[in-house]
């Protein structure tokens, strides 16, 4: 199979704290993950695409310096939320891609984000 | 820019009829074209998917059409179920060697008992 694990699944933080959420290929080798955001009843809106060993690619109007993406092995990526505030309350879910397959995306189980 | 339009938002359907989502991609050079089921809470699962070299492609009750000229593609389910119920979503690939996927606005599917 192609597993992809997220965590955590839910996490309640303080406004102005930051928050990590990690995403990792369990059974293949990831070259590039992707993150989503998913408001309520909408659809997934990509933020960035991930790169092992490289910068991440953020979409417009994502604030790179807000949304902190690393992915340092072909296994894991993290997603950091920095100074959190309420309006970043969402639902996160990342995705990977096989290495060398550039097609079929397996996703993550999503983090619940609630910034009080 | 990268878009995808998915119609309709929501469709009810009685059970054992058939249920037919329909996305528009807007890039010409996008070549993979996935659907996802995802119900309430849970993530995204790939359901079925095409590529562009292929027309029809289609898995017992479930196919997907592509129209390349006119960047059509289509999601059909027959002999629909109450599990059939669930968001729907369509996407397209864009972007090169990212090959990033983006994302129609979703179907909620009803299906009725």
């Known amino acids: 199979g192609a597993v992809v694990s997220q965590h955590p699944s839910r996490v309640i933080c303080k406004s102005g704290t930051s928050v990590k959420i990690e995403c990792r290929s369990l059974?293949?080798?990831?070259?590039?993950m992707f993150w989503y955001r998913q408001f309520p009843k909408q659809s997934l809106m990509l933020m960035a695409t991930?790169?092992?060993?490289?910068?991440?690619?953020?979409e417009q109007g994502v604030e790179k310096d807000k949304f902190l993406i690393n992915h340092a092995s072909l296994t894991l990526s993290t997603l950091t939320v920095t100074s959190a505030h309420p309006e970043d309350s969402s639902f996160y879910i990342c995705s990977a891609r096989r290495f060398k397959q550039r097609t079929e995306a397996f996703f993550g189980q999503g983090t619940r984000l609630t910034v009080v | 820019g990268e878009n995808v339009e998915q119609h309709p938002s929501t469709l009810s359907v009685q059970e054992g009829d058939s249920a037919v989502i329909k996305c528009t991609y807007s890039?010409?050079?996008?070549?993979?074209f996935p659907w996802y089921k995802q119900e309430l809470g849970k993530r995204p699962q790939l359901i079925i998917d095409i590529r562009s070299n292929v027309g029809e492609k289609k898995d017992q009750r479930i196919a997907v059409t592509l129209n390349k000229t006119a960047k059509h593609f289509s999601l059909h389910i027959t002999e629909t179920q109450p599990e059939d119920s669930a968001v729907y979503f369509c996407?397209?690939?864009?972007?090169?060697?990212?090959?990033?996927?983006?994302f129609g606005t979703g179907t909620l599917l009803a299906v009725q008992p």
């Open positions: 996407a397209a690939s864009y972007g090169g060697a990212t090959n990033k996927l983006i």
């Open positions: 890039d010409s050079a996008s070549n993979y």
């Open positions: 059974d293949f080798q990831a070259t590039t």
């Open positions: 991930s790169n092992e060993g490289s910068k991440a690619t953020y």
